[in-house]
């Protein structure tokens, strides 16, 4: 089992431009979860998918889309990035059941210029 | 989950020593609190959570404590060693599917 795998791993754009980052999991779970993470802040909650087929805001979902492709993967997509967006992006799973753990992938690095 | 707060930011204790890192969240409905630790450049792991229904969880040299009433929760790593090091977020949720509000995380640096 990968468990989570996120792609990919680092990347540079410019201002403006579009990017799709993917995740995908293979532990059958059901919720699927990005994150980003700036220094000094902790890990901050963009949206989320309870299950195939929905998709909820976070704290900071402005300037982000979100697809839940099937049961396994979950895209996040920037369609005009800004300097703000440049940040370490983590995606998470877990079974969605209550008070259940989530799971990280390695992150994808983004810096934009 | 609303607001969590973290302390300290950053702890030094010597090699052997005890180390505590204390959490304070808001929501009164949160019921799921995990920790996470997290090396440089690498994925936050989980060492350890607990639940509502539980006041203290131990896992060898870790262990978890939490006060529902105070609204705070605390780790706790005893005998620490060289490969303690790294940064640790504490985490609450209100259950269900919903994602996890996250502390700013503490660094944890173990004094040879």
């Known amino acids: 089992n990968a468990g989570v795998t996120q792609t990919p791993k680092f990347q540079v754009l410019k201002t403006g431009q579009s990017m799709t980052l993917q995740c995908a999991q293979d532990?059958?779970?059901?919720?699927m979860y990005w994150y980003r993470q700036d220094p000094g802040m902790g890990l901050r909650l963009i949206y989320y998918?309870?299950?195939?087929?929905?998709?909820d805001k976070g704290e900071v979902p402005n300037g982000y889309n979100v697809s839940r492709l099937n049961k396994r993967e979950f895209s996040l997509r920037l369609e005009s990035a800004a300097p703000s967006q440049t940040s370490v992006y983590f995606c998470?799973?877990?079974?969605?059941?209550?008070?259940?753990?989530?799971?990280f992938g390695d992150g994808t690095r983004l810096s934009i210029l | 989950g609303e607001n969590v707060e973290q302390h300290p930011s950053t702890l030094s204790v010597q090699e052997g020593d005890s180390a505590v890192i204390k959490c304070t969240y808001s929501?009164?409905?949160?019921?799921?609190f995990p920790w996470y630790k997290q090396e440089l450049g690498k994925r936050p792991q989980l060492i350890i959570d607990?639940?509502?229904?539980?006041g203290e969880k131990k896992d060898q040299r870790i262990a978890v404590t939490l006060n529902k009433t105070a609204k705070h929760f605390s780790l706790h790593i005893t005998e620490t060693q060289p490969e303690d090091s790294a940064v640790y977020f504490c985490?609450?949720?209100?259950?269900?599917?919903?994602?996890?509000?996250f502390g700013k995380g503490t660094h944890l640096i173990i004094q040879p």
């Open positions: 998470a799973s877990n079974l969605g059941q209550a008070r259940q753990p989530q799971h």
């Open positions: 532990m059958n779970h059901n919720s």
């Open positions: 998918s309870a299950s195939e087929g929905t998709t």
């Open positions: 929501d009164s409905a949160s019921n799921y």
């Open positions: 607990i639940r509502s229904n539980v």
């Open positions: 985490a609450e949720s209100g259950g269900g599917a919903d994602g996890l509000t």
